[in-house]
Nanobody, 118 residues
Framework: QVQLVESGGGLVQAGGSLRLSCAAS????????MGWYRQAPGKQRELVAT???????NNADSVKGRFTISRDNAKNTINLQMNNLNPEDTAVYYC????????????WGQGTQVTVSS
């Protein structure tokens, strides 16, 4: 079993900053890429940023230059520093972790709401 605990969402004004954190615990022996996805009302879930176990990052074009993902492999945690937020960033943000058990499996956090007011 894998547990993901997210924290850091909230309400912020446009131009402000928030920091999201996600901690993975349980059967994390072969943990691979970790990342953040988001889903706005009426829209599909989309990639925000991912980071491999080796530190290689992949960011959506919409957040490049504003969001930074980081990772602590010793603690199986990732953080998402979000700067210069705008109302289009409003969504539920989900932590995702890929773990290898016979094959790669995806695990998701419960989601944390980020609301940016104009």
């Amino acid at each position: 079993q894998v547990q993901l605990v997210e924290s850091g969402g909230g309400l912020v004004q446009a131009g402000g900053s928030l920091r999201l954190s996600c901690a993975a615990s349980g059967s994390t022996f072969s943990i691979g890429t970790m990342g953040w996805y988001r889903q706005a009302p009426g829209k599909q879930r989309e990639l925000v940023a991912t980071i491999s176990s080796g530190g290689v990052t992949n960011n959506a074009d919409s957040v490049k230059g504003r969001f930074t993902i980081s990772r602590d492999n010793a603690k199986n945690t990732i953080n998402l520093q979000m700067n210069n937020l705008n109302p289009e960033d409003t969504a539920v943000y989900y932590c995702n972790v890929r773990i290898y058990v016979d094959r790669w499996n995806d695990y998701w956090g419960q989601g944390t709401q980020v609301t940016v007011s104009s």
